[in-house]
């Protein structure tokens, strides 16, 4: 990402979007290998100058674009749902209050009980392809 002088892009994502087992390289190209993929031409004329790698960068970027516009946790605590070790709220109360916010239904999946990620989905716009992430 540097190479594409990304260094903010590269500093948020080692802050922000972390590997569970401490190995977020790994992580990444896993992102990329099951998502990224989806979205990429692999048609290097899309690209005004394409250098190799540049569409990685670009789903990344659009990725952790689209991700700071939403803060879930804001979110939820709107609605009154905040994290407890006490309290349990439906799933319906918490879809109904990602919907409200985000304006489509979110995939919210829970691990041994409790919360554990939410998908949002979206139709974005990368060199003028209509994707989803």
Do not use: R
Not at 1 to 21: A, P, R, V
Not at 51 to 67: C, N, R, S
Not at 79 to 84: C, Q, R, V
């Amino acid at each position: 990402m540097n190479q594409f002088g990304k260094t903010e892009l590269l500093s948020f994502m080692q802050t922000y979007w972390k590997d569970y087992q401490g190995n977020d390289e790994t992580f990444w190209e896993h992102e990329w290998n099951k998502h990224g993929t989806c979205i990429s031409t692999f048609d290097s004329s899309c690209y005004a100058n394409y250098q190799a790698g540049q569409d990685i960068v670009d789903f990344f970027q659009k990725t952790v674009d689209l991700y700071k516009t939403l803060n879930t946790y804001e979110i939820l605590a709107a609605a009154g749902i905040t994290p407890s070790e006490d309290q349990t709220y439906n799933l319906a109360d918490i879809q109904a209050a990602i919907t409200k916010a985000h304006g489509k239904p979110a995939t919210v999946n829970c691990k041994n009980g409790e919360f554990n990620e939410i998908w949002y989905q979206f139709n974005v716009c990368l060199n003028s392809a209509k994707i989803t992430l």
